[in-house]
T-cell receptor
Framework: DAGVTQSPTHLIKTRGQQVTLRCSPI?????VSWYQQVLGQGPQFIFQ???????GRGNFPDRFSARQFPNYSSELNVNALLLGDSALYLC??????????????FGEGSWLTVV | DAKTTQPPSMDCAEGRAANLPCNHS???????VYWYRQIHSQGPQYIIH???NNETNEMASLIITEDRKSSTLILPHATLRDTAVYYC????????????FGQGTILTVHP
């Protein structure tokens, strides 16, 4: 079975531009979460979606938005890119909403470089 | 946010057991203990999780103290491919799938 898949794997954007990152969860998983990992730090939680509804949001500005589609895939959008948005963006999927007892699996991430 | 404390780095000889400690001083009753690892430039890899009983799977063993304030991840026979950053976390309840990563422990397995 395929794991969590993300696209693109690498991309370069210019300051002020917008970017869309895509994620397909493991088959049967209804929950998708997004994380940002800046070089040298641990991943930071951005969003969680379950059944197409936002169920959790981290401390990120409104430039960050996401959505989940009927097939449970998800997109993360970042507007007005800043140099500080350069990071590895990770998508994770699990079967349920809460973490209790659920195993959360991560994709390999999308490397975003803002120049 | 749930916080954990881990040593910044540890070394282990190949073939020996690696014991990675974690303090979960703020863990609440409905939170699980989770361990992940991350090899450079890859996504975090799930290792194991547990509530209050010790757990074992094909990758590792998890020992949780009775008061649940600390845990130990045991890699029974470390290999060079186990060199990675290891993260422990407590999560669950109303956190809606949010994992709070700390700085982790850099485990280096040497020949």
């Amino acid at each position: 079975d395929a794991g969590v898949t993300q696209s693109p794997t690498h991309l370069i954007k210019t300051r002020g531009q917008q970017v869309t990152l895509r994620c397909s969860p493991i088959s049967g998983h209804k929950s998708v979460s997004w994380y940002q990992q800046v070089l040298g730090q641990g991943p930071q939680f951005i969003f969680q979606y379950y059944e197409k509804e936002e169920r959790g949001r981290g401390n990120f500005p409104d430039r960050f938005s996401a959505r989940q589609f009927p097939n449970y895939s998800s997109e993360l959008n970042v507007n007005a890119l800043l140099l500080g948005d350069s990071a590895l963006y990770l998508c994770a999927s699990s079967s349920g909403t809460g973490v209790t007892g659920n195993t959360i699996y991560f994709g390999e991430g999308s490397w975003l470089t803002v120049v | 946010d749930a916080k954990t404390t881990q040593p910044p780095s540890m070394d282990c000889a190949e073939g020996r057991a690696a014991n990675l400690p974690c303090n979960h001083s703020t863990i609440s009753g409905n939170e699980y203990v989770y361990w992940y690892r991350q090899i450079h430039s890859q996504g975090p890899q799930y290792i194991i999780h547990g509530l209050k009983n010790n757990e074992t799977n094909e990758m590792a063993s998890l020992i949780i103290t009775e008061d649940r304030k600390s845990s130990t991840l045991i890699l029974p026979h470390a290999t060079l491919r186990d060199t990675a950053v290891y993260y422990c976390m407590n999560a669950g309840g109303t956190s809606y799938g949010k994992l709070t990563f700390g700085q982790g422990t850099i485990l280096t397995v040497h020949p």
